[in-house]
């Protein structure tokens, strides 16, 4: 099971970032998948999840309405789309499938200015 995350960078306050994540080792069409941030000196949390065929999806209530998440199954790849951009988004942003929770990528870094 290998997650590579990538699309992260400096962006200033109110801009937009796309997140990919390229998933492998599992068949990806048969489970959910989440993504999780983690900012400095704060725990790891849940940003976003999405069901195995896109049908539904969850959100922290820190960020509904401007993040999106969505899935390619044919390229198995989860994405993350991210608008109006605040400084308290800043943190390293990792994507996992649930089933195994203890697989994790290398995540990739969102830096907000203010």
């Known amino acids: 099971v290998q997650f590579v995350e990538s699309g992260g960078g400096l962006v200033q306050a109110g801009g937009s970032l796309r997140l990919s994540c390229a998933a492998s080792?599992?068949?990806?069409?048969?489970?959910?998948m989440s993504w999780y941030r983690q900012a400095p000196g704060k725990e790891r949390e849940l940003v976003a999840h999405?069901?195995?065929?896109?049908?539904?999806?969850n959100y922290a209530d820190s960020v509904k309405s401007r993040f999106t998440i969505s899935r390619d199954n044919a390229k198995k790849t989860v994405y993350l789309q991210m608008n109006s951009l605040k400084p308290e988004d800043t943190a390293v942003y990792y994507c996992?499938?649930?089933?195994?929770?203890?697989?994790w990528g290398q995540g990739t870094q969102v830096t907000v200015s203010s």
């Open positions: 080792g599992f068949t990806f069409s048969s489970y959910g």
């Open positions: 996992k499938a649930p089933r195994w929770p203890d697989y």
């Open positions: 999405i069901t195995s065929a896109g049908g539904n999806t």
